[in-house]
């Protein structure tokens, strides 16, 4: 294989697909400043559902998420994350029928604890802690259920505490950024700890659990083309170590989410990023595929 800039980013897909990045659109904020984030994802996607009944969430969806971060200081900041869903879930007989549901909102403190630079390098360490609140919408006709899990399928299963209803999610993370010259890559590990408060509506053929468990690591590797062009990929792998429901037999605990990006810089305060984004394995592997918009604006 030829290696020109154009394969690079394939070439990263694989290099980083031990590692996730659902880092801050752009890392550096001030004290005191506050970014405001937006994320609008189109996707189709055949989810596992766990419902014996129906044993796959089928459909398209937006997956929208508002975000906002505050910056208490130079290495401490407060960030909020509000997902909703819109989309048109694909029946038995081959219709298709509209619904909306709220995910759980995510708030979080992130603390930068190590920061070193070097010449025009710069490597920094941060670890963050999010608590959501257990507001993710269900019903008994199961169709706020299945919307979620089609977005959850969208986003490569890698955001269980957003998508899951009925549950108290914890989530711990760690997060590694450097950056030098016109490259950057961020590497990140996420364990979402999901705790049971109600069925949310599944039928009782389902069997559920108390406290479940999974591990989301993944990385980004970006190289900037031009003062206001920037070519990102990211690569996410989902192990779901300890499912909070029961899954079908066969149904893979393991799955991957691969990321092409275009990042559109306005000076310092705003970025618009285009994505494309599918899974190569697993069970969403040629059964999801999806593309959207990312944009963030600072003020300080």
Same mark, same amino acid.
């Not at 694909?90 to 219709?95: I, Y």
């Not at 083309?225 to 605990?253: E, K, M, N």
């Given at each position: 294989?030829?290696?020109?800039p154009g394969g690079v980013a394939l070439v990263l897909? @694989?290099?980083?697909?031990?590692?996730?990045?659902?880092?801050?659109?752009?890392?550096?904020?001030?004290?005191?400043?506050?970014?405001?984030?937006?994320?609008?994802?189109?996707?189709?996607?055949?989810?596992?559902?766990?419902?014996?009944?129906?044993?796959?969430?089928?459909?398209?969806?937006?997956?929208?998420?508002?975000?906002?971060?505050?910056?208490?200081?130079?290495?401490?900041?407060?960030?909020?994350?509000?997902?909703?869903?819109?989309?048109?879930?694909?029946?038995?007989?081959?219709?298709?029928?509209?619904?909306?549901?709220?995910?759980?909102?995510?708030?979080?403190?992130?603390?930068? @604890?190590?920061?070193?630079?070097?010449?025009?390098?710069?490597?920094?360490?941060?670890?963050?802690?999010?608590?959501?609140?257990?507001?993710?919408?269900?019903?008994?006709?199961?169709?706020?259920?299945?919307?979620?899990?089609?977005?959850?399928?969208?986003?490569?299963?890698?955001?269980?505490?957003?998508?899951?209803?009925?549950?108290?999610?914890?989530?711990?993370?760690?997060?590694?950024?450097?950056?030098?010259?016109?490259?950057?890559?961020?590497?990140?590990?996420?364990?979402p700890l999901l705790v049971r408060l109600t069925r949310?509506?599944?039928?009782?053929?389902?069997?559920?659990?108390?406290?479940?468990?999974?591990?989301?690591?993944?990385?980004?590797?970006?190289?900037?083309?031009?003062?206001?062009?920037?070519?990102?990929?990211?690569?996410?792998?989902?192990?779901?170590?300890?499912?909070?429901?029961?899954?079908?037999?066969?149904?893979?605990?393991?799955?991957?989410?691969?990321?092409?990006?275009?990042?559109?810089? @306005?000076?310092?305060?705003?970025?618009?990023?285009?994505?494309?984004?599918?899974a190569v394995f697993g069970e969403l592997g040629g059964?999801?595929?999806?593309?959207?918009?990312?944009?963030?604006?600072?003020?300080?």
């Amino acid at each position: 294989m030829k290696r020109r800039p154009g394969g690079v980013a394939l070439v990263l897909v @694989f290099a980083a697909r031990a590692s996730l990045a659902r880092t801050p659109v752009e890392p550096e904020l001030g004290s005191g400043g506050t970014q405001l984030e937006a994320q609008a994802h189109f996707g189709v996607s055949t989810t596992p559902f766990d419902v014996p009944a129906l044993k796959e969430a089928k459909g398209q969806a937006f997956v929208i998420t508002g975000g906002a971060r505050y910056a208490v200081s130079e290495t401490l900041s407060l960030e909020l994350q509000v997902p909703v869903v819109l989309g048109s879930v694909a029946q038995p007989a081959g219709s298709y029928v509209d619904a909306a549901a709220a995910g759980n909102p995510q708030l979080g403190a992130r603390y930068r @604890f190590v920061e070193r630079r070097s010449g025009g390098s710069v490597l920094s360490v941060a670890a963050m802690l999010e608590v959501g609140a257990p507001l993710a919408s269900h019903a008994a006709d199961l169709m706020p259920n299945r919307v979620l899990a089609i977005a959850d399928g969208i986003e490569g299963r890698g955001n269980p505490e957003w998508f899951t209803p009925g549950i108290l999610p914890i989530t711990a993370s760690s997060l590694l950024y450097w950056t030098s010259g016109p490259w950057s890559l961020a590497a990140e590990a996420r364990l979402p700890l999901l705790v049971r408060l109600t069925r949310a509506d599944l039928p009782s053929t389902t069997s559920t659990d108390s406290i479940g468990f999974a591990a989301v690591v993944g990385g980004e590797a970006r190289y900037r083309l031009s003062r206001r062009l920037s070519l990102a990929s990211a690569a996410q792998l989902f192990l779901d170590l300890a499912p909070i429901s029961d899954h079908a037999p066969g149904v893979s605990r393991v799955q991957d989410l691969e990321r092409l990006s275009l990042h559109l810089h @306005f000076g310092s305060s705003a970025a618009l990023i285009v994505d494309l984004q599918t899974a190569v394995f697993g069970e969403l592997g040629g059964a999801m595929f999806a593309g959207g918009l990312r944009a963030a604006l600072s003020f300080h």
